[in-house]
């Protein structure tokens, strides 16, 4: 690859200031060309206390860039005649509904696929609704919109755990994971491949551990691991093999033997501009929509069609440019850092403009100064009292939602009141305002992982932080 030494100092520039900033621990960038991998960065470590550094086979959780794998599968559906892409999803789950009748009669793949389907997040009901596909797909008639079916983006990972349910149904039962392995790992000789939540040999792979910024420093934190959620963002692979699937989108779709994951039709679709979309990061992205578990945009004046995950513990970044062959697969094992955003614009000013410019610390710099303001915020705030069974005597008991069920409010051994959901537990604070926020460990700089409660009567509110709803929660007597 031309520039390779350029390359190569521009991304051990911007990650070494990242992590001496952030505590970024490692990652691996591959640049695609021509069908394959023509160039490929490894940084840090895989495991950072056994000095364990990462490689082209190390996996990583790649997190909602699998949303466009579910995607394709249901681009298979539509080419073998299952279903349209803006039929109803009732065509395969003929009880499938929603709050709206209307919206319940006419959701599509399409809609599921783009983000449109007038719901918000509701990520805090996979911290503790399991089940199945089945159920999570049921509760969607229970989850509140809170704007106009196909409106407005909202990102949304619920509407693809539905979309790989419907996949399922349109196969007679045929697991979400079976038709990744069948319908892409296999024809592009991807291997191994590992799915979130499943119980499957490790032996002889090595992983990518998962590690979380709070803006200055990393440590080791959990990984996801909801099986049910996965179709959203549970596929576990090595950058060697992320960068053979993005070697066939760059090439519409075409795998190295000359066969097609989908037909030219559905390729089209796949890419095509859905509806409005923020513009991503910017830093150089215009024009931003989002087709189907893709965004389409433009880098300083090219076609650029991409999408990232993020995780508590891993950052990644793929995409490709329409008509020139060429694409990249890049993953860092550290949540909160902009080490993802900046490798990225590196890769792609070097395939784009032949170098990478001299210096990156115009896009490092606003970041770090977000972070520090944030962080200025959080303390002037002062995080408030604790709220106790003394401050708020009849708070404590046990509240329920039709989706979400129930929650409990819990008095604890030290009088103080602590918010539990599922695998969410959050300490009690009233905010000088006299707000009620809950806390799920020590409040952080990037991502605070909070709710706020509002009491109404003896029932309460809650409101999440991917949400500007308050749901309500009914006492249970």
Request: charged share 25%; glycine share 10%; proline share 5%.
């Amino acid at each position: 690859m031309e520039n390779e030494a350029l390359l190569t100092a521009a991304l051990d520039k911007a990650l070494e200031r990242i992590h001496r900033e952030t505590g970024l621990v490692g990652g691996v960038v591959d640049v695609i060309r021509g069908g394959k991998v023509v160039y490929t960065y490894h940084y840090g470590y895989a495991d950072r206390e056994n000095k364990i550094a990462p490689d082209q086979d190390t996996l990583f959780d790649v997190a909602s860039t699998s949303k466009a794998w579910t995607v394709m599968l249901a681009a298979k559906c539509v080419d073998d005649g299952l279903i349209g892409w803006d039929d109803p999803i009732q065509k395969a789950i003929p009880w499938f509904t929603m709050p709206d009748p209307y919206e319940g009669a006419h959701l599509s793949m399409r809609d599921l696929a783009s983000h449109r389907s007038g719901q918000p997040g509701h990520d805090l009901l996979r911290e503790k609704i399991l089940g199945d596909r089945e159920n999570l797909t049921r509760k969607t008639a229970l989850l509140e919109s809170n704007v106009g079916f196909r409106s407005k983006y909202q990102y949304n990972n619920h509407m693809f755990i539905v979309l790989g349910y419907v996949v399922e149904q349109l196969r007679g039962g045929m697991l979400w994971e079976d038709q990744i392995v069948k319908y892409i790992a296999e024809p592009l000789g991807i291997d191994p491949i590992r799915f979130r939540g499943m119980n499957t040999d490790m032996t002889g792979i090595v992983e990518a551990l998962p590690y979380h910024s709070d803006g200055y420093v990393a440590t080791r934190c959990g990984r996801a691991n909801n099986y049910h959620s996965a179709p959203c963002g549970g596929i576990r692979i090595s950058m060697k093999n992320k960068a053979k699937w993005i070697a066939a989108m760059s090439r519409g779709g075409v795998t190295p033997d000359g066969g097609r994951l989908c037909s030219e039709e559905q390729y089209r679709q796949i890419i095509a501009p859905v509806i409005s979309a923020p513009e991503e990061d910017c830093y150089w992205l215009k024009n931003s929509s989002y087709s189907q578990a893709w965004i389409n945009a433009d880098y300083k004046g090219n076609n650029v069609i991409f999408h990232s995950g993020g995780l508590s513990g891993f950052l990644t970044q793929v995409g490709f440019v329409p008509g020139q062959d060429c694409g990249y697969a890049l993953s860092f094992n550290t949540g909160g850092t902009p080490a993802h955003m900046v490798a990225r614009a590196i890769v792609l000013d070097t395939l784009l403009y032949g170098k990478p410019e001299d210096s990156y610390d115009y896009m490092i710099d606003p970041w770090l100064r977000d972070r520090d303001e944030r962080r200025a915020k959080l303390e002037a705030k002062g995080f408030g009292k604790p709220v106790t069974a003394q401050t708020h005597p009849d708070l404590a008991g046990t509240y329920r939602h039709p989706a979400y069920e129930e929650l409990e409010i819990r008095q604890e051994e030290n009088g103080r009141l602590r918010l539990v959901y599922g695998d969410f537990a959050a300490w009690l604070q009233q905010e000088a305002d006299g707000s009620i926020t809950g806390y799920a460990g020590a409040p952080d700089v990037l991502s605070p992982n909070t709710v706020e409660l509002f009491l109404e009567g003896r029932d309460v509110r809650i409101r999440t932080e991917d949400s500007d709803l308050k749901l309500l929660f009914k006492r249970e007597e």
